[in-house]
């Protein structure tokens, strides 16, 4: 499955991206939503509310 692999590879650059620098809230809700695509909710769910912590007022984590 073509698409999975592009995820799997978009969740690994957002983990690196968040190792180095993990208040980066855009980062934990791309993550979230590739999670999601990949039937992952639960995994996505802990990204939005890291995302939501940051930055409370950042409207695509409120609407993703």
């Known amino acids: 499955m073509r698409e999975a692999g592009k995820l799997n590879e978009a969740i690994e650059q957002y983990k690196q991206a968040l ?3 993990p208040d ?5 809700v791309n993550l979230g939503v590739a999670l999601i695509k990949l039937g992952k909710p639960e995994d996505a769910i ?3 509310e890291e995302a939501l ?4 007022d950042y ?3 409120h609407t993703t």
């Open 46 to 48: 802990r990204h939005y």
């Open 53 to 56: 912590r940051i930055e409370p």
């Open 59 to 61: 409207a695509a984590a």
């Open 19 to 21: 190792q180095l620098k």
């Open 24 to 28: 980066y809230a855009r980062a934990h």
